[in-house]
């Protein structure tokens, strides 16, 4: 068990990362909401961008935290791993939902319908399906060191097909607009150093509220294996 | 080009889907801490 | 070298004997193969539809469902009497086991793609003949790619309570790529265009097979591990 030092020690940070998280995203409402001059063109619907590129990247960035956490995984052989993986693909695939509900909200008034087979759609929807499977891979086989192996292995799968989705969408169709934050003038010159300023604030915030919900899933998770241990203990011994 | 609808609609769902999210993290807390006492009870019962 | 390749051959040959013996697996994935074809062909109107626009999609469907059945039965088949417990046991490389389950189901799946193809041409009265060669490569590349991301999830899924659900589930969505790139290069082969016109698309597909082998070299000791 923790002793009660490191407990405390795991509270006063897990407390200050809630409070940069709330003021952090604090700062992102106000930017995106009040700071923030209205995009010409797009309107006020555009403002739903500093939600949804933020929730890509989080959901992105989840994905490949859980590629990394497999390899250790099937390297080190480490339970620790296999929390990271598992808690990772979760928060993944909550916001790659939300970035699946928040792009049709904004499609629907800037193109006029609520779903276009776009490349970058084609592929977020199949990656959302890729990481569902994999949670339900997890939910159907019973917790040890099978259920931990299976999941490393198609974690490792399913990021490798990443790139090969995305050519294979790319060349198939292509309507997205163009990326504007890192375009190829270099970074940032598409757009305002308002918005641009905005966005950085809303990133900011989605990471650390990442690390905060990362931090106490995986110890939701390893207090469940100190319970079953201590379940295990008592049922033999009496 | 008034769409403050679709706007509300994005955020309702964000925002609805973080404290969705947050809140099946508190009920598992809940339900593991739950867990726990009945464990210690049990042990103390027993030592 | 020579032990890993005879280890191989031992595999394929076991799995070859069974199929002749039974002949279950070969007529079970062609009647289906067929059966999703005339599904496809009642479901789209061909006197509107171009028959060389949609014949592609509904030919590569149809092998990949089938597909799926041999995949199933490939390691659900050692699981029922234990012999995948024995295979195991035998003194051989993991890989050896993959590469020979990989090489039975890639044949089989094969066999079965040209068996397809004839009823397929009459069917869609579509010439086949004319663009052989190329339409051969395609049907190679593709079914290898599948054969090689199929085996490592079946001898995944073969563990599993609810394998024939979880297989589809887990393959489909990584098969993406696959599917569109097959479909794409069936379809302007099938137009008439040189395999020189879509060296993008051979080269996704060839780099899936070469990630996909590859990957299951590496992890397949971790699955079939007991």
């Given amino acids: 068990m923790m002793s009660s030092d490191a407990v405390e020690e795991n509270e006063e940070e897990s407390s200050i990362l809630v409070w940069m998280t709330g003021l952090a995203f604090l700062a992102a409402i106000i930017a995106i909401f009040i700071y923030v001059p209205t ?36 390297w080190k052989k480490e339970r620790e791993w296999d929390i990271y993986a598992h808690a990772s693909a979760e928060i993944g695939v909550i916001f790659c939902s939300l970035v699946l509900i928040t792009g049709p909200i904004w499609a629907r008034p800037i193109w006029g319908a609520w779903w276009v087979w776009d490349a970058r759609l084609t592929s977020t929807l199949i990656l959302w399906i890729i990481y569902v499977a994999y949670l339900m891979l997890r939910a159907q086989s019973e917790a040890g060191s099978m259920r931990a192996r299976y999941a490393a292995v198609l974690g490792i799968v399913g990021f490798l097909d990443i790139p090969l989705i995305h050519f294979s969408v790319l060349w198939w ?16 010159k598409g757009m305002e150093i308002g918005m641009l300023a905005t966005l950085g604030i809303s990133l900011c915030a989605f990471t650390l509220l990442y690390f905060l919900l990362m931090g106490v899933r995986v110890r939701q998770e390893k207090l469940k294996d100190e319970i079953d241990r201590l379940k295990r203990e008592t049922l033999y011994s009496s | 080009m008034d769409y403050l609808g679709f706007l509300f609609a994005a ?20 339900a593991l801490e739950k867990d726990l006492e009945l464990l210690k009870e049990t042990l103390s019962r027993e030592g | 070298m020579n032990l890993f390749i005879s280890q191989v051959s031992a595999i394929v040959w076991k799995d070859f004997t069974i199929e002749f013996k039974t002949r279950e697996l070969f007529s079970a994935m062609f009647i289906f193969a067929l059966l999703v074809i005339l599904i496809f062909i009642f479901s789209v109107n ?9 014949g592609p999609g509904i030919l590569w469907v149809a092998f990949l469902f089938s597909g799926t059945i041999g995949l199933n039965r490939s390691f659900a088949l050692e699981k029922e009497n234990g012999c995948l417990m024995a295979l195991m046991l035998m003194p051989a490389d993991r890989t050896a086991i ?9 044949v089989f799946l094969t066999i079965m793609e040209l068996f397809i193809l004839p009823l397929f041409m009459i069917f869609f ?5 004319e663009h052989l060669f190329p339409l051969l490569i395609v049907i190679f590349l593709g079914t290898l790619g599948f054969c090689a991301l199929g085996t490592l999830l079946s001898s995944l899924a073969s563990n599993l309570k609810t394998r024939e659900i979880m297989l589809p589930i887990l393959l489909y969505p990584l098969l993406v790529p696959i599917v569109i790139a097959v479909v794409r290069m069936t379809g302007q082969v099938l137009a008439g265009e040189p395999l020189s016109e879509m060296m993008n698309w051979i080269g996704l597909t060839a780099s899936f097979d070469i990630i996909y082998i590859g990957v299951s070299i590496m992890t397949i000791d971790h699955i079939l591990e007991e």
């Fill in chain 1, 173 to 188: 169709r292509a309507f997205h607009p163009q990326p504007k934050v890192i375009s190829s003038e270099g970074i940032g």
């Fill in chain 3, 125 to 129: 009265n579509i010439d086949l003949l």
């Fill in chain 2, 11 to 30: 955020n309702a769902f964000v925002w609805g889907g973080i404290i969705y999210y947050v809140f099946t993290l508190k009920q598992r807390n809940r």
């Fill in chain 3, 98 to 106: 993959y590469f020979g389950k990989l090489i039975s189901n890639f």
């Fill in chain 1, 39 to 74: 995009e010409r063109t797009e309107g006020v619907v555009q403002r739903i961008m500093y939600f949804h590129i933020p929730s890509a990247w989080l959901s992105f960035f989840a994905f490949f935290v859980v590629f990394i956490c497999s390899i250790l995984f099937l």
């Fill in chain 3, 46 to 54: 061909l006197s509107v539809v171009e028959a060389s626009e949609v």
